[in-house]
């Protein structure tokens, strides 16, 4: 077992370009979930999947965010465009039925 | 409603000592309570988790102590180590949405030698 996978593990660029976050959950796993941790927020839930459908994204910040899961085995995190304000750390994590949630290593995403 | 706190930012203890670290929730519907271990550069990890029908849970070296009716819990690490210098995170959900959790700013644990 892999873990959940995402890349890149880094990301720098530059404000006003689109940056996307990918992620492979664990084989299996049916929920999907983003999360955002900040120092002053710490960690936020974006939106989770069930089935490869959006359940709640009520967590998004704003239309200049979205996600996408095509397959049970790929999801995307795409903003558009960036701000320096999205700079942080975003985790993928997935889970099966009401087992425990399995957080992926984070992408540290740096907007200048 | 939405909201747990934990209590404090940052700890430090020395080895062999007790680590104690404290949540408060508000949403009376939350009944799953875990706590997630997190190590610079890593995802958080699962450390433990209790649901509302015991008053503690102990795994090892950690427990997890519950208070219903204060809407409170607390994780205990006993003979503290180097190697559990850490964040850790308490979070709230309720157990069928384990996923959609709500969790606390975080307690950052140095055990000092």
């Known amino acids: 077992d892999a873990g959940v996978i995402q890349s890149p593990r880094h990301e720098v660029t530059e404000m006003g370009q689109e940056v996307t976050l990918r992620c492979k959950p664990i084989?299996?796993?049916?929920?999907l979930f983003w999360y955002r941790q900040t120092m002053m927020r710490g960690l936020e839930l974006l939106i989770y999947f069930n089935n490869n459908v959006p359940i709640d994204d009520s967590g998004m910040p704003e239309d200049r965010f979205s996600a996408k899961m095509p397959n049970a085995s790929f999801s995307t995190l795409k903003i558009q465009p960036s701000e320096p304000r999205d700079s942080a750390v975003y985790f993928c994590a997935s889970r099966s039925g009401v087992s425990p949630l399995h957080f992926g290593n984070g992408t540290r995403l740096t907007v200048t | 409603q939405q909201q747990v706190k934990q209590s404090p930012q940052s700890l430090i203890v020395q080895k062999g000592g007790i680590s104690i670290i404290n949540c408060a929730y508000e949403?009376?519907?939350?009944?799953?309570f875990p706590w997630y271990q997190q190590f610079p550069g890593k995802g958080p990890a699962l450390l433990i988790a209790i649901r509302p029908d015991v008053s503690e849970k102990k795994e090892g070296r950690f427990t997890i102590s519950f208070n219903k009716s204060a809407k409170q819990f607390s994780l205990h690490i006993m003979d503290s180590q180097p190697g559990d210098s850490a964040t850790y995170f308490c979070a709230a959900s309720k157990y069928n949405q384990g996923g959609k959790l709500i969790f606390g700013q975080g307690t950052e644990l140095s055990v000092k030698p």
């Open positions: 084989s299996g796993h049916d929920y």
């Open positions: 949403n009376t519907a939350f009944d799953y």
